[in-house]
């Protein structure tokens, strides 16, 4: 089946450590995005990839850091910078092609750091 | 710049009710238009989309169409059941940038 994986479901962490979100697919996509949804909230983009080793900022870029280094994966690692890390994060992929712009999303990792 | 609006929620129906989710966007020309819907603890599945102008996206008995003249792409569904209960997102594309802007999302409860 083809589809975005990320995991763990569930993650906790103690407030200082960094922690990295997995986020795999294998639609053979070329761009790959990460979102933050606070309780409640809309969705705001934190990066995202258009194709392999290369990607920008979102609008809420600090204290997170990424890698694309193959195209199948997208890792999030959250930094001890990040002030709020508390969140459900999701990602998602698109063709990436011109006109196909539809984003299909993975199940999400709700992160709890105490 | 690029921005939508959705319908405040939380939005609450009886079932067989006929639902609105009022979507208005800004955007640099024509984008393609997106919703997208949310259950609980799950990630976002598409639900519908429109291309161009004037464009009906159509699924699950959900209903959209592009007005380019009122900048506009609101959801109906003539009949909701109890299984509609989620939460509904508008996002029309950034042109040129392949993002999509998110509105904050409406929160629908059907009661049986």
């Known amino acids: 089946d083809g589809g975005i994986t990320q995991s763990p479901k569930y993650l906790f962490r103690k407030e200082g450590q960094n922690v990295t979100l997995s986020c795999e697919q294998n639609l053979n996509h070329d761009a790959m995005y990460w979102y933050r949804q606070d309780p409640g909230q809309g969705l705001r983009l934190i990066y995202y990839s258009q194709i392999v080793n290369d990607f920008q900022k979102g609008d809420i870029a600090e204290g997170y850091s990424v890698s694309r280094e193959k195209k199948e994966s997208f890792p999030l690692t959250v930094t001890s910078a990040q002030k709020n890390p508390t969140a459900f994060y999701l990602c998602?992929?698109?063709?990436?092609?011109?006109?196909?712009?539809?984003?299909?999303f993975g199940p999400g990792t709700r992160l709890t750091v105490t | 710049g690029n921005s939508v609006t959705q319908m405040e929620g939380p939005v609450t129906l009886s079932e067989e009710a006929f639902l609105t989710i009022n979507c208005t966007y800004t955007?640099?020309?024509?984008?393609?238009l997106f919703w997208y819907v949310q259950y609980p603890g799950e990630g976002l599945q598409l639900l519908l989309k429109a291309t161009k102008a004037d464009d009906k996206g159509s699924n699950k008995g959900f209903e959209a169409t592009y007005r380019k003249e009122t900048t506009s792409f609101h959801l109906e569904k003539g009949s909701v059941q109890v299984s509609d209960s989620a939460v509904y997102f508008c996002?029309?594309?950034?042109?040129?940038?392949?993002?999509?802007?998110f509105g904050q999302g409406t929160r629908l409860t059907i009661n049986p």
């Open positions: 996002a029309p594309v950034i042109q040129g940038a392949q993002k999509l802007v």
């Open positions: 998602a992929s698109s063709p990436g092609l011109a006109g196909s712009y539809e984003q299909y």
């Open positions: 955007a640099t020309g024509y984008p393609s």
